[in-house]
């Protein structure tokens, strides 16, 4: 069942891989049917060079593996948690990319401190606390994606659409896993960009509101001017 | 019509794929008829794996789309003050190539410290200032070509052929859209190097400019020996 | 005989290659069939484009060369030290990866940052003691294989699976030559991303202790939760 | 005439750009057949894509072209002059790899900080003083070999298979081209490395005098143990 978003999951999961964002098993890539509140989601620890769309598994909102003989991606509860937790968004994608996961590690946001993050990230992108020791011991994953949607509870997951974990690496998401998975890749270079910015010009602050505000509307809401209309 | 032309335009556009300076559709690339004012340029946001020659938009000096069922790039108006502004240049490129784009985020010149920059810079690539808040909100990518043009008003842009705008990222351009292409990747090459020569050498000044002459005239201008002579 | 071994240490070094682990032949790899006391081993300078499995060459843990027209890896002591010091291990990896080396070269252990480095090794990865003038003067392979084993007096070599070797290298190793392929990445994933840490938060401690605890053992143990059971 | 030499100078120019060592046009490769005085260089501003061996121009020991329709390489006599300079060599090797290159704008020898290093370099990596006007004014290209056999006064070119040009870029050189290649891809890496750890130890010396011995001799010289014996 739901054969076209397994694919369009296994799909992202790919494109990850080619991009360099994803080494070995660490990341995963999931797509949500939310009329069905059904998603496919990468199985555990499989190679990515073998992976086939009826590996992909499907779970419910509730956590039910509702089909699939392999055991969902141990971050299962993570995107279950985002997809309850941000109503818009039909797909999540975590990758250990290594200049976004440099700032988590480090426990920092991303700054915007150009055009290339402005058109994607109206903001900084933002860094979660740390779990406490009890969350830690019990639920993990779920936590994880609990402190995400506690640390948007005041943005707006479309205009910021990813996070850094602290200590442990960047989440993000869209309308679709394939739009989160752009995502993924702008979070990777915006941090790598940061970094050396910031070598250049260590007090550099971040881009001025007019112009972030500029770039973000050229490409998102109703009076965006980029790319084709739909239909044309 | 000007079925060499989109080609050119064309090629240039997937050769900046190719060389890693553009990422997702954070690029394009233009090609001039000079003598019939008309410019091929990459369309809005279409992939670059699915571009075609036929997809390219024809657009005149004047601003008017003259061909094309596409839109073209929402940098176009950029393109075309640039082609107003230097009479003697056929190519504009524009990429979010990384090491550039983190001096034009930190609002900082790549300075020339070697004779790789040399080869191609006649100095330093220089930095745009920053567009103030009402170049912003009215025609904002004119008026990025604009302050380009307002920079260069003491240089020449075959000395050297590219910029940094602030906050945003490099421009290149050339006689030929070959030639921007080429500038582009000297550009991102040279951004890299100065940033590890200035973190071995903290107060590393410019190249003598003895050997910064020595080199450029090697290969520009009427005492150039590089190369193979025309028709040999 | 052994065909299977062979492949199985073939596979490895070429896989090493794959990664961007090893440049030239600066790098080895090997794979011990425990019960019979041999392993097989990558010839001493041979390049990789042409390695066959035919070329590997078996030693046995006494040094003794048991099959193969061509000289064993110039490290071959070194990984026989380390299958006589650490009884669970099935393969050994030496690489020059670029950022473990820069380490090693350094003198410094990678500091445990974030879950990335938590998944694999259970704590900071070591590095060994300088080896005396007297080390180097004689069997020096065999000692740097010695200053290995002495450095894990009170490590769990299947919990820290790697270790740099002062001013030279990492060498890593697991249950088999394939997990220590894995390690091998990962000792130099870790390496980059510690080092972008600590660029980015200069005064940056060591994963809190829970964390790196519940990563480790979702990966190992007898409560591991990640991957597939065996069989499914 | 001279088919085997000029296929080796075009294999060589090859393998640069397939390692990443050059980009563009930047770089250049030669085969001297000692016996006879001659050797072959890739012509000037050819694209590599397009290289065959017979675009390869012959050029003797004095300087005059004795093949070829191609004007070779602007750099030819800095090469001819490391072959009169160094008698033992049999191949030169120039590139602008980035690493390498910036420590050459920075004036700064590449120290030699691990067994990578001494595996190939009996010491630093040294860098040449500047040229003079009056050196860059006229014979710019022989001059620049004179200021590398300058500083080779008492250093022996095969212990030491490479230098920084100040301000310029590297060039290394071996019994063969082959061998050349391999060094600039050393230099390369070793300045990676170098730049790597140091910034994780910035007061790094040098690495221990017995150690760089014992490397560099484990692959050269009449008591060399690496590898396979000629003949095996």
Redesign the interface.
Known sequence: MLEELKQEALAANLQLTRDGLI??T?GNASALDRARGIFAIK????PYGALKARDMVLVDLDGKQVEG???PS?DTPTHRRLYLGFQQIGGVVHT?S??A????????PIPA????HA?TFFGEIPVTR??T?KE??ND?EWNTGGVIVERFRRLNPLEQPGVLVN???PFTWGRTVAMAV?SA??VE?CA??????L???PR?GS??S??LD?HFH?KHGPGS?????PG?
């Open positions: 080494h070995l660490f199985p555990s620890g499989v003989r392999l055991n141990s250990h290594l200049h996961t440099a700032f988590a590690q480090a426990g920092r401190l150009g055009t290339t058109d740390k779990l020791a830690i011991g993990y200590r442990h690496a752009e890749l702008v270079l790598q960009m940061a970094i050396l910015s070598r250049i010009a550099l881009i001025e007019g112009l500029r050229r001017t980029y790319g084709q209309k044309s």
